[in-house]
């Protein structure tokens, strides 16, 4: 899917992609797949569902209203032994979405340096955690 997204703020138009795992036609579920490790204890720890994760299967929401029903959201967690779906709430992402994507297009194409680092709770877990804190990221 594409869509065309005129951003008001530096006025540009940009597309947007997105690509769907999973719909059930007969619920109007789009159904967002998230391989993982130790997803029960992922869960239990408050990691999952991760606040990204939420806010990409809204915006496929958003991004799909139009072409197909979609009356439902579910994020699908799974290792190789477990499996944990969460029911996510529609919303319109389409403010989130603009000042997203003005961020985004303003790093690459105006000023050509990264956006401002997002530290997430899995940041506490990744190997390159020392290098983040070292520059106050994390």
């Known amino acids: 899917m594409e869509k065309e997204i005129f951003l008001s703020d530096i006025e540009e138009k940009v597309y947007l992609h997105g ?11 789009i159904i967002e797949l998230k391989t993982t490790n130790a997803v029960k204890w992922q869960h239990s720890s408050g990691i999952i569902p ?24 579910t994020l699908l967690y799974a290792d190789m032994r477990d499996m944990l779906a969460f029911r996510v709430t529609l919303e319109d992402k389409s403010r989130w979405i603009e000042e997203r994507l003005t961020q985004l297009h303003t ?32």
Request: a positive charge.
């Open 50 to 73: 991760r606040q990204s994760d939420i806010h990409q299967i809204q915006c496929y929401g958003w991004l799909f209203d139009g072409k197909i029903k979609v009356s439902n959201l």
């Open 19 to 29: 690509r769907l795992y999973m719909f059930d036609y007969r619920t109007e579920t």
């Open 107 to 138: 790093s690459l194409q105006i000023t050509k340096a990264p956006p401002e680092a997002e530290p997430l709770t899995v940041c506490y877990y990744c190997r390159s955690r020392l290098q983040c804190q070292t520059k106050g990221v994390v």
